[in-house]
C-alpha cells in the first residue's frame, strides 16, 4: 500500500519464534502422525504403549497451538508473548515426560504418584485453554462445567447422582487412562485425521482443486444456472476431504461465489447454494470428513458398511439441491456460463486426469486391499507425489519444497481437531468414571417421555445446539459420545442412530443463528448473514428430513433386498424432485400457490418410504397418482404469473 509520499508500507512479519518454531513443532506433529500410519515406529523396532505415542503428539499440538495461536482474537500473530511461551514449552516437556515414564506411572497408579497428578493438571489446564482458543468460548464452558460435574456429581440428589471420586484420582484418570484424554477420539485423530487432512492439502497445494474446479465448469457450465451446478459439482468433490464446510466454503466459494452472482443468482442465494453444497461434501461418502473412520470405531464395523449405508443419504442431499439450483435458474431465467468462461471439456481431463488417480489409490487400499484408513491416505498422498512434481496441471507443477510446506500447515490446521478431541474424550472420562453416562442416557429418555419420535425431536434439537460450527470430527465425537447412546437404548438401530445425529450436527452450519459455514459464504457473496442462512435452510431442507427416514426405513441405509433398497432410492428421489418443485414454484412451468402445495404433497408421500409404516405402499400409490395428475395438467400447462 503507498502513502502520499509515496512511501510503501510493508505489513509486519512475524518474529522467528513464530515462524520457525511454530512451524517446526507444526511439522513433527504431522511426520509423527505419518511416520505411525506408514508403521515405522514398528518396523524400527519402537514399541511402547499407544498412550505414549498420544502423550508425545499432544505435547507437540499443544506446543504448536500456544505459540501460533494468541489468547484472543485477531489475525495471523507477530510475536508470543512470554506467558504462551512459557505455555508451550510447559506442554511440550510435561507431555514428553508423562510419555517417558508412562509404564512407570501405569504400574504405580494405585498409589497416585506425584508427578502423575502434577502432569495431568497441566495438561487438563492446557487443553482446557486451547479450547477456548481454537473452538471459542462456549466449548471451553462446556468443558469446565463436564469438569465440575465430575468433581460434584456424588452431590447430586435423585438419578443423575454420581459416584464420589477423589481430585486427584479425576485428575489422573481424566489425562492419562486410554478411556479418557489419550482414547479412542485423540487416537482417531492423531492418526486417521491428519493423514486425510495431509492429502487434502497436498491436493490442493499440488493443482487438483483447480482441476476439481475447471472439470466441473467444463461439464456444467452449458447448462442454464450453470453457476451454481458447477458450485455443487466442485464442492461435492473437494469437501468430502477437506474435513471443514467453512474451509470448503473459503477455498472454493471464493470462485464459485462471484461465478454465480456473475451469472445471475442473488448474492444471498449463491452464498446459501455453496454453503449447503460444502456441508454437504461433509456427509458425502467415501471420506465424510474423516468421521465416517470413527463411525466404524464406534460401532465396531467395517469402514464399508459405513459408506454404504452413507450413500442414499447422501445422494438424495445433493440430488435436491442440484434439482434446486436448476428449477430455481428456469425461474429466473438464469442462463448458462459465458462461453469465454467454460474450458473445453477434453482438454481440461487430458490436462488433470492424473488426478483422479489418488482416489482411485485411496478406493483401492481401503475396499479391495483393506488397508488401515491411515495408512490408505498415505499410499494416496504418495501417489499425488509424482503427479504434482512431475506432470502437474496445465504446464503448473508442484515444488518439491511444498511437500516439506504442507507437513507444516497441516499440524497448524489439525491443532482446532486435537483440542476438541482431547474434549471429547475428557468428557467420555467423567461420564464413565462418575457413571453419569447412563445417567444422561435416562434423563434425555425421561424427558422425551419414552416415545421414540420425541427422542429422535430431541435429539435432533441437541445436535445443532451442540453443532456450533465444529469442525466435522468433532461434531460428530461430542454427538456420539452424548447423544447416540439414548437414541440406541430406545432402540433405534446403531447405524440410523449415529448417521442421524451427524446430519443434524451438520445442519448446524447452515442453521441461523450460528451458522458458521452460511455466515462465511455470506462474507464472501457480500450478502445479508440472516437471509444467506435462511436460504440455506431451503435449499438444505432434506438434510432436516432424510435423518428421519432412514431410521424408519433401513433401505435407505443399504439394508434390505436389492428390489427394497432400488425402489426405495427411487421413489424418494422423484419425492425430493416434486417437493423441490413446490418450493421453487417451477415445473416445467411457473406454478401458483395451488399447484405448489399438491406438488409438495405429492413428493412427501412418495419421499415417505413403503418399508417406514404399514400403509407405507399405499401413499406412495396415492402420491404417484397425484403426481401424475399434476404432471399432466398444471405441471406442463403451468399458470400464468
Not at 505411525?36 to 499407544?50: K, M, N, Q, S, T
Not at 487438563?124 to 471451553?140: D, I, K, Q, T, W
Not at 465424510?288 to 470405531?297: L, P, Q, S
Request: charged share 10%.
Amino acid at each position: 500500500m503507498s502513502e502520499g509520499d509515496g512511501a510503501t508500507v510493508q505489513a509486519p512479519t512475524a518474529s522467528w519464534t513464530v515462524r520457525i518454531a511454530g512451524r517446526l513443532l507444526a511439522a513433527l506433529l504431522t511426520a509423527a502422525a505419518l511416520a505411525e500410519a506408514a508403521d515405522l515406529y514398528r518396523a524400527v523396532g519402537i514399541v511402547v504403549f499407544a498412550e505414549q505415542r498420544l502423550l508425545a503428539l499432544l505435547g507437540l499440538a499443544l506446543g504448536t497451538l500456544y505459540i501460533l495461536k494468541g489468547a484472543g482474537p485477531g489475525g495471523p500473530r507477530l510475536r508470543v508473548p512470554w506467558y504462551d511461551a512459557v505455555a508451550a514449552a510447559a506442554g511440550v516437556l510435561v507431555c514428553f515426560y508423562l510419555s517417558w515414564h508412562y509404564e512407570r506411572i501405569f504400574e504405580e497408579l494405585y498409589s497416585r504418584p506425584r508427578d502423575a497428578l502434577f502432569g495431568g493438571m497441566v495438561i487438563l489446564v492446557l487443553v482446557a485453554e486451547g479450547v477456548r482458543r481454537s473452538a471459542g468460548p462456549v466449548l471451553f464452558i462446556f468443558l469446565l462445567s463436564f469438569f465440575a460435574l465430575g468433581l460434584v456429581s456424588h452431590l447430586i440428589p435423585g438419578q443423575f447422582q454420581g459416584r464420589d471420586v477423589d481430585f486427584d484420582r479425576l485428575v489422573i484418570y481424566l489425562s492419562l487412562d486410554s478411556n479418557s484424554l489419550v482414547g479412542l477420539p485423540l487416537t482417531v485423530a492423531t492418526t486417521i485425521v491428519i493423514a486425510f487432512i495431509y492429502f487434502g492439502n497436498l491436493l490442493d497445494l499440488s493443482g487438483g482443486s483447480r482441476f476439481f474446479t475447471d472439470i466441473s465448469t467444463a461439464l456444467m457450465g452449458r447448462y442454464r444456472g450453470g453457476s451454481a451446478k458447477i458450485a455443487v459439482t466442485a464442492s461435492s468433490l473437494f469437501g468430502s476431504i477437506s474435513g471443514s464446510a467453512t474451509s470448503n466454503v473459503v477455498s472454493t466459494g471464493v470462485i464459485t461465489i462471484p461465478l454465480m452472482k456473475k451469472g445471475g443468482y442473488p448474492a444471498h442465494t449463491a452464498g446459501a447454494i455453496e454453503a449447503v453444497a460444502s456441508t454437504g461434501g461433509q456427509l458425502m461418502p467415501p471420506m465424510m470428513g474423516a468421521a465416517a473412520f470413527v463411525m466404524a470405531e464406534f460401532l465396531q464395523i467395517s469402514y464399508q458398511e459405513v459408506v454404504l449405508a452413507a450413500l442414499i443419504p447422501a445422494l438424495l442431499y445433493y440430488v435436491a439441491l442440484f434439482i434446486q439450483a436448476d428449477l430455481f435458474a428456469a425461474r429466473e431465467r438464469i442462463a448458462r456460463v459465458d462461453e469465454d468462461a467454460i474450458p473445453p471439456r477434453w482438454p481440461v481431463f487430458r490436462a488433470g486426469w492424473p488426478y483422479v488417480v489418488p482416489f482411485a489409490v485411496v478406493i483401492l487400499c481401503l475396499f479391495y486391499l483393506n488397508m488401515r484408513p491411515e495408512t490408505s491416505a498415505l499410499w494416496a498422498a504418495g501417489s499425488l507425489v509424482p503427479v504434482g512434481l512431475f506432470i502437474g496441471y496445465q504446464g503448473e507443477k508442484m515444488r518439491l519444497w511444498v511437500i516439506f510446506t504442507v507437513l507444516a500447515k497441516t499440524g497448524a490446521l489439525c491443532v482446532q481437531v486435537l483440542m476438541i478431541s482431547c474434549m471429547a474424550g475428557v468428557i467420555i472420562g467423567i461420564l464413565n468414571i462418575t457413571g453419569l453416562g447412563f445417567a444422561l442416557t435416562q434423563a434425555i429418555i425421561f424427558l422425551a417421555g419414552g416415545n421414540t419420535a420425541m427422542i429422535l425431536l430431541l435429539a435432533a434439537l441437541i445436535s445443532i445446539v451442540l453443532g456450533m460450527g465444529m469442525p466435522t470430527l468433532g461434531v460428530y465425537l461430542l454427538l456420539a459420545t452424548l447423544v447416540t447412546p439414548s437414541m440406541v437404548e430406545v432402540g433405534i438401530p446403531p447405524m440410523a442412530a449415529h448417521l442421524f445425529a451427524l446430519y443434524f450436527g451438520m445442519l448446524s452450519l447452515i442453521t441461523p443463528p450460528v451458522a458458521v459455514a452460511a455466515f462465511t459464504a455470506a462474507t464472501v457473496a457480500e450478502s445479508d448473514f440472516l437471509r444467506t442462512g435462511f436460504a440455506a435452510v431451503h435449499f438444505g431442507w432434506t438434510a432436516y428430513v432424510v435423518p428421519f427416514l432412514f431410521v424408519l426405513a433401513p433401505e435407505l441405509l443399504m439394508e434390505g433386498s436389492a428390489l427394497e433398497i432400488i425402489y426405495t432410492a427411487a421413489t424418494a428421489v422423484i419425492g425430493v424432485w416434486l417437493v423441490s418443485a413446490g418450493f421453487m414454484g417451477f415445473f416445467a412451468r411457473p406454478l401458483g400457490t395451488p399447484h405448489r402445495v399438491l406438488f409438495m404433497a405429492a413428493g412427501l408421500l412418495l419421499f415417505f418410504p413403503a418399508g417406514g409404516v404399514s400403509y407405507g405402499i399405499w401413499t406412495d400409490v396415492a402420491g404417484a397418482g397425484l403426481a401424475g395428475v399434476l404432471v399432466a395438467t398444471g405441471g406442463l400447462r403451468g399458470e400464468r404469473r
